[in-house]
């Protein structure tokens, strides 16, 4: 079995799926992208993905895409320390948490991450180039328009904010439901490396302390960072603070 990965280093969207690999020790290639400069929207990728989003995964040429769906994929594909639990009733409250983190913290962390990190960019840009690269986005399309050259307002920001810490408390609700230290109990689930990334990705904003009064999500916290697949998986350029130092000191502000 050969498996060729196209994604980015510091998507967070491809950190979920490296983290399964890594997880299950399975080799695979790297295909790296570089999203701002537009290697997702090019005719060849979007072949194989019509999204114009990383990651998409080309398993002995069959391919698959979307993060969630390559995750479950390679746990049916390759079972070995699987990421899925037995029972019926446990994988549809995993997939459950799933839907829910693609819906609010894996959505919120955009609003954050563009107007700290990936603005400045774009505000190099002219009125011209950047409505093209907008429109050209098959799925972000309106959401790069909304942000536009002058970033989200605060408002949008604020809401975003509160919509991650939202996440936070519903995963200190399942770990104490669960009994922990996984939000599904004892064993680390799809759910884990799927909201993994978006918490990951605030702590490099500098915005770990939301979660600082949630002792349940610290620990869960440290407990993901110390697991052996995670160093693998952040590999060196993976974080958005290694490309742009001015992040921490913007985000503390
Ligand atoms: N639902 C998709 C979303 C993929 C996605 O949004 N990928 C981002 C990086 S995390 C991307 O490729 N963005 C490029 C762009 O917006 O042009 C998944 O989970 O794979």
Redesign the pocket.
């Known amino acids: 079995m050969a498996f060729k990965l196209y994604n ?1 280093p510091q ?4 950190q ?1 799926v490296r983290f399964v690999f890594n997880g299950k020790k399975i080799p695979f290639d790297e295909v790296k992208l570089n ?1 701002l400069e ?1 290697d ?2 090019k005719p060849d990728y979007l072949k194989l993905n019509p ?5 998409t995964l080309d398993h002995d040429g069959a391919i698959v ?4 769906v ?1 995750a479950e994929y390679l746990d049916e594909v390759a079972p070995q320390t699987s990421f899925t639990p037995e029972d019926p009733v446990a994988r549809a409250r995993m997939r459950a948490l799933m839907h829910f983190i ?1 819906e609010m913290p ?1 959505a919120a962390v955009r609003v954050p991450t563009f107007n700290l990190a990936f603005l400045p960019s774009f505000q190099k840009m002219s009125r011209a180039a950047f409505m093209a690269m907008a429109e050209s ?1 098959p ?2 399309r309106e ?2 328009l909304t942000m536009g050259q002058t970033g989200f307002p605060q408002a949008e920001m604020d809401a975003a904010l509160a919509r991650l810490r939202r996440s936070y408390e519903r995963m200190d609700a399942e770990i104490e439901r669960s009994g922990g230290p996984w939000l599904l109990g004892k064993d680390i689930t799809l759910a884990d490396v799927t909201v993994m990334p978006a918490l990951v990705r605030m702590d490099d904003l500098g915005m770990a302390g939301q979660w600082a009064d949630l002792p349940r999500i610290v620990a869960w916290f440290d407990h993901i960072r110390a697991q052996a697949a995670f160093q693998p998986t952040y590999y060196p350029g993976s974080l958005l603070s290694e490309r742009f130092p001015h992040l921490r000191e913007k985000a503390g502000a």
């Not at 998507?11 to 491809?14: D, E, G, K, R």
């Not at 999204?51 to 990651?55: E, H």
């Not at 895409?65 to 969630?68: G, L, N, V, Y």
């Open positions: 980015a998507s967070t969207c491809s979920r999203l537009g997702q929207l999204n114009g989003v990383v990651p895409i979307d993060s969630t390559i693609d894996a986005k799925l972000r959401f790069m």
